[in-house]
Structures are given as C-alpha cells and as structure tokens.
C-alpha cells in the first residue's frame, strides 16, 4: 500500500545530501514523496543578491525533485530567520495538515547551523499540532487536523557530527547503492552553490564530500554507502516501524560500537561522477 512520505528540512540541498537515496528509492518503489524546504537559501550567494539566489535555489530544488517524479515546496523562512515560535508553528502544521504524511523526515537536532536544529523543532512539535483539532493555524481556509500524529524520523546531522565535532550514530542505515547516482544527479542540480560552498564551508568539491559522508555513514553498517536515520522517540509519536519496514532489506544497523572519523578532507579522491558534476558546471 503506497504511503505518503513528507520530507522537511531547511534549505534547499540539505535533503539531496543527507537523504536522497532513500527517498528516491521510496518513490521509485510508489510511494508518494514529498519534498520541502523552509527557506530558498537567500543567503546562500556572495554573486546574487538574495532576491535572485532564492529564485535560482527554489528552482534548482524544483529540478532535483522532478527527478524522482516528486513534488517540492518552499514555506516561505528566510535564512537565519527560523524560529520555533508560535507563528511558525502554525505555519508549518497548516503544511502537513495540508499534506497528510505517513511518516516524516526531518533535520537532525543537533546540527552544525541553527536553521537545521530550529527546523528540527519545528517540524516535531508540528507533527504534534496537526493531530490536535482545536489547534488554530489562522489560515483563512485551513486543512482539516490529521487523525493521528505521523512517524517521526531525523536525518543524520551534515557530515554525522553535531556541534562539537562528535559522531551521531543512527539507528539503522540504508543502503542506497541502487539509487546512489540519482542521489548525485539529484545534488548536482543545485549548481549554483559550488562556489558558496567553496568560499564559505571550504567543501572544494560539495559532490565529492557528499560521496565521503555516505562512505562513512555506510562504513557504520558495513555498506559501502549509506544514510543513517532515527526515529523519534518520544510520547505519543507512532514507534511501530514504519520506514524500516517500507526500506526493507536495505535496512542495516550499525555494528556496536561503531564509529568512523568524519573529517572534511580537502583534495579527497575524485570520482567519475564528480568529474562529470565538474563539466557540467563549467559548461553552465
């Protein structure tokens, strides 16, 4: 029975690096995918001003979603201004009232970068609201509440590390080998934060770090790549295993223990399909 999988996080190539695979995957297999963003990353550019990036993102994270036969939305955040707040809260539960997940993927609670940990906030505390009937959003024409509060599940934080540079360890990993070009094809859409990322988060090659991270996070779990997930835990979220049992026998845990160092490391090997992601932005 096909489900329907609303995934949340805060600026567009934020999912294409941390979860991609998997939701390719999921809609490869049926499933009604949804993708969003709470902000266009208007402060995403040195080149733009932040009318004309948000434009070029929103439409970049349109192009990656259209790959996976999926739908995109941006809820209208600025950059630095996300904020778990009443207002905001509203806002994004008139969003998944208006979508009606099964379940849903967000960002990570701890994060190296605010936007990501408020999104976090925002989107669980939302989930709650949703299922809640007198809770008012304030829209004119507002969707109905939900009937119950969906599954719950967070991304690893970028690189698998929080704050203070320690490794966050999932609960399972899923191994996206079948849907990993995509994953790539997908994050090489989002062409104008090359030189971003270069300049401000000194990722020379933003292809090839994401290559580096999914090694890592698959190493966890003995794949070759891999995207690590939790599912929250808290009281009255659903715990019956909902996206474990949709990835199936892509699901692996991760060996006790596990840990593998998630460094940044400038000039990492280069792959083909990096090279490729290298032509097709000169050739932009």
């Known amino acids: 029975m096909s489900k329907t999988i609303l995934v949340v996080h805060a600026h567009p190539d934020d999912i294409e690096f941390l979860c991609a695979g998997t ?10 995918v949804v993708l969003a963003t ?8 040195a080149a733009h001003d932040a009318h004309e990036i948000a434009r070029m993102r929103v439409g970049e994270a349109a192009n990656a979603a259209a790959l996976i036969n ?14 778990s707040d009443h207002p905001s809260r509203q806002r994004v539960t008139e969003f998944i009232r208006a979508i009606r997940p099964d379940i849903v993927l967000t960002s990570s609670p701890e994060d190296y970068m605010p936007d990501h940990e408020a999104t976090s906030a925002l989107v669980r505390d939302a989930c709650f609201s949703a299922a809640l009937p007198n809770y008012v959003t304030g829209e004119a024409n507002p969707a109905a509440s939900i009937p119950e509060i969906p599954a719950l599940y967070f991304m690893d934080p970028l690189g698998g590390v929080d704050r203070n540079g320690v490794e966050v360890i999932p609960d399972f990993v899923v191994d996206i080998e079948s849907t990993f070009d995509l994953k790539i094809a997908m994050l090489m859409e989002h062409k104008s ?6 300049i401000r988060h000194g990722l020379e090659n933003y292809i090839s770090n994401m290559q580096k991270w999914t090694r890592d996070r698959g190493a966890l779990a003995g794949l070759r790549i891999g995207e690590g997930f939790r599912r929250y835990k808290g009281h009255p979220y ?3 295993p909902r996206l474990e049992e949709l990835v199936g026998k892509a699901l692996h845990r991760p060996f006790p223990n596990a840990t593998v160092a998630s460094e940044v490391v400038a000039g990492d090997s280069v792959s083909s399909d990096t090279k490729a992601e290298e032509a097709t932005t000169e050739n932009t």
């Open 193 to 198: 934060q090359r030189d971003w990322l270069r």
């Open 23 to 32: 939701v390719a995957a999921l809609a490869r297999a049926g499933h009604n």
């Open 238 to 240: 659903p715990q019956d």
């Open 38 to 45: 709470m902000s266009a990353g208007d402060c995403g550019s």
């Open 70 to 83: 999926s739908r995109y939305f941006y809820l209208g955040f600025k950059d630095m201004s996300i904020f």
